[in-house]
């Protein structure tokens, strides 16, 4: 999958594009691929942050997970902790990097996509209509993993992250900014990525040790406990045992008719 | 003391009337009937929701517990340990419940009452004069359980939390809305029932089942902490010292007195 | 140095004024001398609360911590670990105390101040051009302390501590107002303390046992944790290791440099 992600370095910061079309969904080998786009920028002592963004034509972050992946009918218990164990390393590893990290988001920013973002330091979206954000799982019949609800509530406060995860809620650009689930908005798509550049630009000038260090001392305890239950609880029998839910295989089943369905049109789908 | 509480079912809730005059004073035996009005409703699978509210004359949602269980002459520490895990198990059975909760508050709001509100998943309040909430214990020379404070701070804040309970405050209804106290206002008492269960409606469409493994990723391990603190620390000898403490038991006394003079006015008590 | 720290009693609080020119630096003999007064304070049963504030001709409420504290040329792991030690028993003795607790802010309030005040149950700040209020070791080279980083969560929330703090950020008072970084500001030095004795008169009004207990509901496992981490991980060998990394050496170094020089300007000096 390393084909569909590419790394641009640029003085003392990367910017990592993701651009598989037409959605960006997330599969094992996809989280693999991002995960090490994220190893080698770490592996290179002259930088001391990233951009993660999309390439993709439409204006979509990333969908999030291949729902095949969650889909009882298509995978197998061992399969599943595969994915679980990529998926999760990879999030814990964006969330625990030693770099400056921020998302610079443009359009839909659903589920996966949401938390890809949400374990950056800084997220950046455009203004435009069409653009929202959130862990929208459960109006798709799929409980929000949780630490995923676990960063959002780090990222806007216990209540909100409540109201919005239980309701299955997508904010648009505007409201997200309001809670804080995003930093700063861009009026134009053509603003995103030089903007996100500048505040990158700012964030690199500080000594990177130091706050490396500092933001471990903030997310470490968090981090290490998240990639514990992922790896155990998730990623073992439990965590298996809820996607066989009938409930859910019919809900994820319905989801993945739906999308293949609307794969056409210019709406952006909510994956997870 | 069932004859206190009655349940009501519509297609997909439940409301949860609470009747015991003069002011919904919560002793061992109305703690325990609460817990399992809610527990009947949870049994039946058709049920995907709850709303609490008071049927009371006068506009008081609970004044919370009796003081009675609170004063070391008039209980014993095997009485007060009964007493101390009906009360956490209501509560906490309210805050994990796999249903969706909602408090609907008309008027007072103290102490117990607002801690069975913040329990629950969204809390509406009358707006009208005379309406305030919060856990106002220090003011009356009682510290706020340790687990009611941390419910108080996933509500609100860390900060907001503290400086309201060490303040002893109750604040009225538009500062709560502001505080995210609580999370809307309704205009008129005639409102405040068919708002809540608009807002129902619209929460048990969701999937129930992942609506409430994510309700239970968020509270799960607090919730866990909450019940083993309470039935070892807060149900123990500790918590009965605690009590027995003659600071305490002349605040609790001196409180008693206050009301017992007080019951007939139309003012609404502040009980615990 | 218990001759730089004096104690003024009032009607059931004390004003512990801290008096160390130029710019009230935090070496091991001051922490241990504030804790000390603290304690004092604490002993004695008719006292209910503390104010803690500047006696420096210049707005510096204190710069915080004397860099040779913090510069391995000029300390030793032994010494390092001393200091260690008295700094986090005064801070989390203030966090931790029985008292109601109110830092009074004139002006300038850089890292190890800004920990001071975070502790206090609440923060004054003076509205006057100059003031500043913030965790600004990262600006420095210096990680910002694990539960350092924490107190200012639980004060401002995870998301505008984490912005702050990874920016290694000081606030000028409207901004710290707005964050919940200080509770309030006067417009006038002359205020400062008269309204820091208006509030804490209310406070002290209050049951202290109650108030005092709920407290230590709200902080106590904090508390507990950071004192734990504090005395094994900061002050062993890992955290001294911290400040022999050489680009720790150099950072410290450097602002040693600048401090020593600056030292007779007007402007206030940010010192760890």
């Known amino acids: 999958m390393a084909q569909f992600i590419s790394t641009q370095k640029r003085q003392g910061y990367a910017i990592i594009s993701i651009a598989k079309e037409p959605v960006n969904s997330f599969d094992t080998a996809m989280w693999q691929a991002l995960h090490a786009a994220l190893q080698a920028v770490e592996t290179d002592s002259s930088m001391r942050g990233v951009i993660i963004t999309s390439g993709l034509q439409r204006d979509i ?127 134009d798509k053509a603003q995103l990525l030089p903007r996100a550049e500048e505040l990158m630009q700012q964030a690199v000038k500080l000594p990177g040790g130091a706050r490396a260090a500092t933001k471990a001392g903030l997310r470490g305890d968090f981090d290490e406990a998240w990639l514990q239950y992922a790896l155990t609880w998730e990623a073992g029998p439990r965590g298996f045992a809820r996607i066989t839910d009938p409930n859910t295989v019919a809900s994820v089943g319905a989801a993945i008719q739906r999308l293949s369905k609307g794969g056409g049109k210019k709406q952006p789908q909510s994956k997870l």
Chains 1, 2, 3 share one sequence.
């Open 61 to 187: 972050f990333t969908a999030g997970n291949d729902l095949k992946e969650l889909y009882a009918p298509l995978t197998s218990a061992q399969q599943y902790a595969i994915f679980w164990e990529a998926q999760s390393r990879c999030l814990v590893g964006i969330h625990s990097s030693r770099l400056a990290t921020a998302a610079a988001i443009r359009g839909a920013c659903p589920a996966g996509g949401c938390a890809i973002s949400l374990c950056c330091d800084m997220r950046l979206m455009t203004a435009g209509a069409g653009g929202a954000i959130g862990l929208n799982e459960v109006a798709l019949g799929i409980p929000v993993p949780k630490y995923w609800a676990g960063v959002m509530v780090q990222v806007i406060g216990h209540a909100a992250a409540e109201r919005l995860l239980l309701s299955g809620s997508m904010v648009p650009p505007k409201a997200a900014l309001q809670l804080g689930l995003v930093d700063e908005l861009v009026d």
